[in-house]
């Protein structure tokens, strides 16, 4: 058992801005944009959603961990591009999982939609022609399947479990493991999650419930240029970008790295976790406010130890705003430099927490706050000290912040090891 | 971080919904006749090319039978686990005698309910809806239906518990790893209670055809007596078992620190007194008797028990050749001689197999089977040697009267995930 914060080894990400993390953060860095025309189906006349933040430029079959049967039995894109940040971020804290390490090795990488990509391709399979589906086809559906790749491509042994908590999903996963490392049940947890829910039926979803930016005309600001459609904090803000994305982060407890040399960092310093029992959709001010409270608390810190802001803001009308109220609330005047990665990557669902997690934990390390794009200001949602430019600020302690649907609430408190 | 804390963690209430009925009285009274809740599927037309048409479904359950659900909560939840669940839970803490407020557990209280398949049954009605009536008809419930932590967040807005939620998804373990996530959690004292289970309603075409395809679930055949009566398509530890029969199933257990339930006057049912956890890291359907055996083997330490000092055994006994097959090697592994002196049970030869949910169910049956002094049947069974040997003792087909303090509950998922957990009997 632990009493000091886990500590993580390395990590890496897979976004719309880039293929890895070094291309994601470079872009993210100049301030690009991940968010262009939405390509991954034919769009039918009057498909109301148009933008989405893509991935590209991943070859998976180049990769050697698969092998062309693996990525056909495999076909939703959660398992393969799961399996691979992981294997990269690994590669990155410099952990080889021999047999003992594996069973000491827990698994909680997960994904909010899953590969129901391939729920939906059977079925209309089925409908159109009677063929039986895939004997792969649930096994690719089975929301946990992911966190089981992983295991298998691993060989980790320890416990494992999806932390499936919608946009809170990869946060979660740290949470989580924290506690399993806490409780002395593993030494290393592989942690982080991947979304890919770029699928025709789900994002007509996102556009009927009013969740996700539709184009409105050539009054808008995207109109002609997609990469103007996410963003947060502003007065014409109207919808998430939805996009794609994995990130994979490795968690140990500070015993193990220690024990072993090794190089953390970030330490997870705290987390809060509340539901709001409110709405199902709707954001709720009070819990969102516990959570961040809790995190901060769990730290061992105060409000103004916090150095920056890694907001959820997923640039929704009413999100963006009770966010806002609650960081008011929660620090009042002295609020710390806020950035919303989402105005550059759009909201990549269960792994926009872990991705968010990630380039916080790079900023840690380099001293920068990354902007938040695309940003015309609206007094109804005042941010103090929004970064809208890449800022160079040392900084010990990052606010990450996830509020999911269902009322489903994770932040997350990381602290720089560097300086 | 919270430094370590250790506090006793007790089942308070529970309920459910199985194939033999809505409610616990249902359940059990028919099950301690031994009866099946297995049958032919009505849940969709049966097609030609559907052979798996043996299912376990819910024979009575009517969301509109509780008052805080309307109709219009039936059309908008389509997906029939959030309803399934935030109906449950109220009965759960009804059961436990507990009552959430503002001021009092409402934010010391989460809720985790893991699912397989989730809202699959919402995914296909919204694919009809595109192919026919286009994007724009496509319903706004559809994306809450399908968020897996959808049903704790309803089931939240009925009881005002505002701890952590989130859905573990562990497939068919999934409720094991929900008592051992919220277990953990207040054992540190993250939270003071939670509502945990499992929810499953996978009777869909694709998901049925594609348990078919996989040669995973039972397939009718002329002259098998599970096809000459349905009930009888379940049969774990039979000579002749030919895969698991897919079944509906909801269970919400309650569970808190009993320092909590002293301070409320609650009596516990049961105690939370060992989990184990761990990964193939093998195969993604095919059991790992390597790491199934350590997972029984955690949860042993955790609950600093030996052996011989498990009084039963609730199975995972799916009913296929391997998952049979593997669960008996490994727990002569495990027992050693003292197996023959350890009766086992499978109940899903009644209940057939409720994926995400089955762990929830079984750990209910598994609590009230030791207040009640009686180990429910493996029914369907016939002696089969050859597996069992002499040293296996399977409550074959009728209930046991048998006084027992401690249970283990097995649970073994696809993509290699096991959760076993201990309880022992209050008081």
């Given at each position: 058992m632990s009493s000091r914060p886990p500590v993580i080894l390395g990590y890496e990400a897979i976004t719309g801005l880039g293929g890895n993390l070094e291309e994601t953060w470079n872009r993210a860095v100049e301030g690009g944009s991940g968010v262009r025309e939405l390509t991954r189906f034919p769009l039918r006349e009057?498909?109301?959603?148009?933008?989405?933040?893509?991935?590209?430029?991943?070859?998976?079959?180049?990769?050697?961990?698969?092998?062309?049967?693996?990525?056909?039995?495999?076909?939703?894109?959660?398992?393969?591009?799961?399996?691979?940040?992981?294997?990269?971020?690994?590669?990155?804290?410099?952990?080889?999982?021999?047999?003992?390490?594996?069973?000491?090795?827990?698994?909680?990488?997960?994904?909010?939609?899953?590969?129901?990509?391939?729920?939906?391709?059977?079925d209309r399979e089925l409908v159109a022609s009677s063929r039986l589906p895939r004997p792969f086809a649930n096994p690719n559906a089975c929301i946990n399947m992911v966190t089981g790749k992983v295991s298998i491509l691993t060989g980790a042994t320890g416990p494992i479990l999806s932390t499936v908590g919608a946009c809170a999903t990869g946060s979660l996963s740290l949470a989580y493991g924290a506690m399993l490392l806490d409780r002395g049940l593993a030494d290393v947890v592989?942690?982080?999650?991947?979304?890919?829910?770029?699928?025709?039926?789900?994002?007509?979803?996102?556009?009927?419930?009013?969740?996700?930016?539709?184009?409105?005309?050539?009054?808008?600001?995207?109109?002609?240029?997609?990469?103007?459609?996410?963003r947060p904090f502003s007065d014409d803000r109207r919808g998430f970008v939805v996009s794609e994305g994995a990130a994979a982060l490795i968690l140990c407890s500070r015993e193990f790295c220690d024990a072993h040399g090794l190089t953390p960092r970030a330490e997870l310093a705290g987390f809060g976790m509340t539901s709001d029992a409110h709405h199902f959709v709707a954001p709720h001010g009070p819990t969102i406010t516990a959570a961040m409270r809790q995190a901060v608390a769990a730290a061992g810190l105060q409000p103004e130890d916090i150095g920056a802001i890694n907001a959820h803001?997923?640039?929704?009308?009413?999100?963006?705003?009770?966010?806002?109220?609650?960081?008011?609330?929660?620090?009042?005047?002295?609020?710390?430099?806020?950035?919303?990665?989402?105005?550059?990557?759009?909201?990549?669902?269960?792994?926009?927490?872990?991705?968010?997690?990630?380039?916080?934990?790079?900023?840690?390390?380099?001293?920068?706050?990354?902007?938040?794009?695309?940003?015309q200001p609206d007094?109804?949602?005042?941010?103090?000290?929004?970064?809208?430019?890449?800022?160079?600020?040392?900084?010990?302690?990052?606010?990450?912040?996830?509020?999911?649907?269902?009322?489903?609430?994770?932040?997350l408190v990381l602290r720089g090891v560097s300086a | 971080m919270r430094s370590p804390q250790n506090r006793r963690v007790v089942v308070l209430g529970h309920a459910l919904s199985t194939a033999l009925g809505h409610g616990f009285e249902q359940t059990w009274s028919r099950a301690v006749r031994g009866e099946s809740g297995t049958g032919w599927l009505t849940r969709f037309?049966?097609?030609?090319?559907?052979?798996?048409?043996?299912?376990?479904?819910?024979?009575?359950?009517?969301?509109?039978?509780?008052?805080?659900?309307?109709?219009?909560?039936?059309?908008?939840?389509?997906?029939?686990?959030?309803l399934s669940v935030a109906a449950l839970s109220q009965d759960a803490l009804a059961h436990a005698g507990l009552e959430l407020t503002e001021e009092d557990l409402g934010p010391r209280t989460g809720h985790l309910v893991g699912s397989a398949l989730n809202g699959l049954d919402s995914y296909g009605i919204a694919c009809e809806t595109l192919d026919r009536r286009g994007p724009n008809r496509v319903s706004p419930y559809l994306l809450p239906n399908v968020c897996a932590n959808m049903p704790s967040g309803i089931a939240g807005m009925q009881i005002k518990n505002t701890g952590p939620v989130f859905s573990p998804g562990g497939a068919c373990a999934s409720a094991n790893h929900c008592l051992t996530v919220g277990s953990r959690l207040i054992q540190i004292g993250e939270a003071d209670v939670f509502l945990v289970g499992g929810v499953d309603f996978p009777i869909l075409p694709p998901i049925v055809a594609g348990f078919q395809n996989m040669n995973a679930t039972y397939k009718a055949r002329e002259g098998d007596r599970g096809t000459d009566d349905p009930r009888q398509a379940s049969r774990p530890f039979?000579?002749?078992?030919?895969?698991?029969?897919?079944?509906?199933?909801?269970?919400?257990?309650?569970?808190?620190?009993?320092?909590?339930?002293?301070?409320?006057?609650?009596?516990?049912?049961?105690?939370?007194?060992?989990?184990?956890?761990?990964?193939?890291?093998?195969?993604?359907?095919?059991?790992?008797?390597?790491?199934?055996?350590?997972?029984?083997?955690?949860?042993?330490?955790?609950?600093?028990?030996?052996?011989?000092?498990?009084?039963?055994v609730n199975c995972h006994g799916t009913s296929t050749k391997i998952g049979d097959?593997?669960?008996?090697?490994?727990?002569?592994?495990?027992?050693?001689?003292?197996?023959?002196?350890?009766?086992?049970?499978?109940?899903?030869?009644?209940?057939?197999?409720?994926?995400?949910?089955?762990?929830?169910?079984?750990?209910?049956?598994?609590?009230?089977?030791?207040?009640?002094?009686?180990?429910?049947?493996?029914?369907?069974?016939?002696?089969?040697?050859?597996?069992?040997?002499?040293d296996v003792d399977?409550?074959?087909?009728?209930?046991?009267?048998?006084?027992?303090?401690?249970?283990?509950?097995?649970?073994?998922?696809?993509?290699?995930?096991?959760?076993?957990?201990?309880?022992?009997?209050?008081?």
């Amino acid at each position: 058992m632990s009493s000091r914060p886990p500590v993580i080894l390395g990590y890496e990400a897979i976004t719309g801005l880039g293929g890895n993390l070094e291309e994601t953060w470079n872009r993210a860095v100049e301030g690009g944009s991940g968010v262009r025309e939405l390509t991954r189906f034919p769009l039918r006349e009057k498909f109301p959603v148009t933008v989405a933040g893509e991935v590209h430029g991943v070859d998976l079959a180049a990769e050697e961990i698969f092998t062309a049967k693996e990525l056909k039995n495999w076909a939703s894109p959660v398992i393969p591009f799961g399996m691979l940040a992981v294997q990269r971020a690994l590669a990155h804290a410099g952990l080889e999982l021999t047999p003992e390490l594996a069973s000491r090795t827990a698994t909680t990488f997960s994904s909010a939609v899953g590969g129901l990509d391939q729920f939906i391709a059977a079925d209309r399979e089925l409908v159109a022609s009677s063929r039986l589906p895939r004997p792969f086809a649930n096994p690719n559906a089975c929301i946990n399947m992911v966190t089981g790749k992983v295991s298998i491509l691993t060989g980790a042994t320890g416990p494992i479990l999806s932390t499936v908590g919608a946009c809170a999903t990869g946060s979660l996963s740290l949470a989580y493991g924290a506690m399993l490392l806490d409780r002395g049940l593993a030494d290393v947890v592989l942690c982080g999650a991947v979304d890919f829910s770029l699928v025709e039926v789900i994002v007509a979803g996102f556009a009927t419930m009013g969740g996700c930016f539709k184009p409105k005309g050539e009054g808008d600001r995207a109109a002609g240029d997609p990469t103007r459609a996410s963003r947060p904090f502003s007065d014409d803000r109207r919808g998430f970008v939805v996009s794609e994305g994995a990130a994979a982060l490795i968690l140990c407890s500070r015993e193990f790295c220690d024990a072993h040399g090794l190089t953390p960092r970030a330490e997870l310093a705290g987390f809060g976790m509340t539901s709001d029992a409110h709405h199902f959709v709707a954001p709720h001010g009070p819990t969102i406010t516990a959570a961040m409270r809790q995190a901060v608390a769990a730290a061992g810190l105060q409000p103004e130890d916090i150095g920056a802001i890694n907001a959820h803001a997923a640039s929704t009308k009413a999100g963006d705003r009770v966010e806002v109220e609650a960081l008011r609330e929660v620090f009042g005047e002295r609020t710390p430099v806020v950035t919303a990665n989402k105005s550059q990557l759009g909201h990549a669902m269960g792994a926009a927490s872990a991705i968010e997690a990630v380039l916080a934990i790079v900023g840690l390390e380099r001293g920068v706050v990354l902007p938040t794009i695309n940003h015309q200001p609206d007094p109804d949602c005042a941010v103090p000290d929004l970064a809208t430019e890449t800022r160079r600020l040392a900084h010990e302690h990052v606010l990450s912040n996830a509020f999911g649907f269902g009322g489903c609430n994770c932040c997350l408190v990381l602290r720089g090891v560097s300086a | 971080m919270r430094s370590p804390q250790n506090r006793r963690v007790v089942v308070l209430g529970h309920a459910l919904s199985t194939a033999l009925g809505h409610g616990f009285e249902q359940t059990w009274s028919r099950a301690v006749r031994g009866e099946s809740g297995t049958g032919w599927l009505t849940r969709f037309e049966i097609p030609d090319w559907l052979d798996s048409r043996v299912v376990a479904e819910i024979p009575d359950y009517d969301p509109l039978g509780y008052e805080f659900i309307t109709a219009k909560d039936e059309a908008s939840w389509n997906a029939r686990y959030v309803l399934s669940v935030a109906a449950l839970s109220q009965d759960a803490l009804a059961h436990a005698g507990l009552e959430l407020t503002e001021e009092d557990l409402g934010p010391r209280t989460g809720h985790l309910v893991g699912s397989a398949l989730n809202g699959l049954d919402s995914y296909g009605i919204a694919c009809e809806t595109l192919d026919r009536r286009g994007p724009n008809r496509v319903s706004p419930y559809l994306l809450p239906n399908v968020c897996a932590n959808m049903p704790s967040g309803i089931a939240g807005m009925q009881i005002k518990n505002t701890g952590p939620v989130f859905s573990p998804g562990g497939a068919c373990a999934s409720a094991n790893h929900c008592l051992t996530v919220g277990s953990r959690l207040i054992q540190i004292g993250e939270a003071d209670v939670f509502l945990v289970g499992g929810v499953d309603f996978p009777i869909l075409p694709p998901i049925v055809a594609g348990f078919q395809n996989m040669n995973a679930t039972y397939k009718a055949r002329e002259g098998d007596r599970g096809t000459d009566d349905p009930r009888q398509a379940s049969r774990p530890f039979s000579p002749d078992p030919r895969g698991f029969v897919l079944a509906e199933g909801s269970a919400i257990l309650v569970i808190a620190a009993l320092d909590v339930a002293e301070a409320h006057g609650l009596t516990p049912l049961a105690e939370v007194i060992g989990c184990g956890m761990t990964s193939d890291a093998h195969h993604f359907t095919k059991p790992n008797p390597t790491t199934v055996i350590r997972c029984i083997g955690l949860a042993l330490d955790d609950a600093g028990l030996k052996p011989s000092e498990i009084d039963t055994v609730n199975c995972h006994g799916t009913s296929t050749k391997i998952g049979d097959r593997t669960e008996i090697a490994v727990l002569r592994e495990v027992f050693g001689p003292e197996l023959k002196n350890t009766p086992i049970t499978s109940n899903k030869s009644m209940l057939g197999h409720s994926l995400g949910a089955t762990a929830g169910v079984e750990a209910i049956l598994a609590i009230e089977g030791m207040r009640r002094d009686t180990i429910l049947p493996t029914i369907n069974h016939r002696p089969n040697p050859d597996l069992l040997g002499g040293d296996v003792d399977v409550v074959a087909n009728e209930a046991r009267p048998a006084a027992h303090q401690t249970v283990l509950s097995n649970a073994f998922g696809f993509g290699g995930t096991n959760c076993c957990v201990i309880f022992r009997k209050w008081g």
